[in-house]
C-alpha cells in the first residue's frame, strides 16, 4: 500500500493505510486470536514488526536518517524475539539485505544497512548464545528437531526428553530417499494449508507472485524500489522453506 500510493498520499500516509488494514484483519471478533496477538504469540505480530522493518529499511535507503536506522533496529530486534522460527528468518533477511544492498544501494546506504544490522544482531545476540549454550545452536527453533522427527508434530512427543531428534538419530534408521520424501510431503502440506487459507485461490497468488517478480527484475529501474521487493519475495521464500520442513 505504501508503495503503491507514493503519488496520491506519500509514503507515509500508505504505511498508516496499511496498518489500518492489518488491525482491521488482526483484530477481528475471535477472542483467542486477539489474546495471542496481545500476548506476542501469534503470526500477525511477527509480520507487523516485519512491515515496519520493512518500512524503515527503505526510509533508511533513502534518507540514512538516524531515525529511520533507529526505528529498523527496534523492528528486527523485536521480530527476532516475538517468536521462535522469526530467528532463522531474522539471519535469512540480514545475509539478503546485505547482499542486495551492496549491488543496488549507493555505498553510503549500503553502509547504513549494516549499522542496523549489526546493532540489530547485538541486541539479539543473547539470546543466540543462550541457545548455543543451552541447545548447542544459535539457530535453535522448533524446526531444528521437527526437521529429524517422521512427522513434524512428533516433535511435542520429543521436547520433553534429552536427547532431542538428530540427523544422526534419523540417519540411523532412514534413508536418503526416506528424507526427500518427508520434504516433499511437507511441501504438499503446507501448500495445502496455504491453499485451504486462500479459499482454494493458491493458484491465484502463485501467478500474481510471479507476475510482479517479472516486473520488478524486467520494469523497475530505482534500485531502492527493487531493493525492498526482491527483499519481500526472498523472505516469502525464507517462510515457505521453514514451512516445508
Known sequence: ??????GAFGFTGGAIAGLLVYLAVAFND???FIFEVFSGLSIPVALALLAAAAYFMLQLA???????LLGGVLALVGFYYVRPGEQVIFAWLMLWALILGHRLLPRQRWVSQMQMWGIASLLALPWAVRNFVLLGSPFFTHTTPALWADRGYDYWDYHERVPLPSAAAYFATHSARDFVAKIAAGARGYLGLLNDALN???WLLGVGAIYALVVVLLK????????LFLLLFLCLAG????YTL
Open 1 to 6: 500500500l505504501a508503495l503503491q500510493s507514493q
Open 30 to 32: 475471535k477472542a483467542d
Open 62 to 68: 533513502i534518507t540514512g536518517a538516524f531515525r529511520h
Open 200 to 202: 482454494g485461490q493458491l
Open 220 to 227: 523497475v529501474k530505482e534500485p531502492r524500489t527493487r531493493f
Open 239 to 242: 517462510y515457505s522453506i521453514i
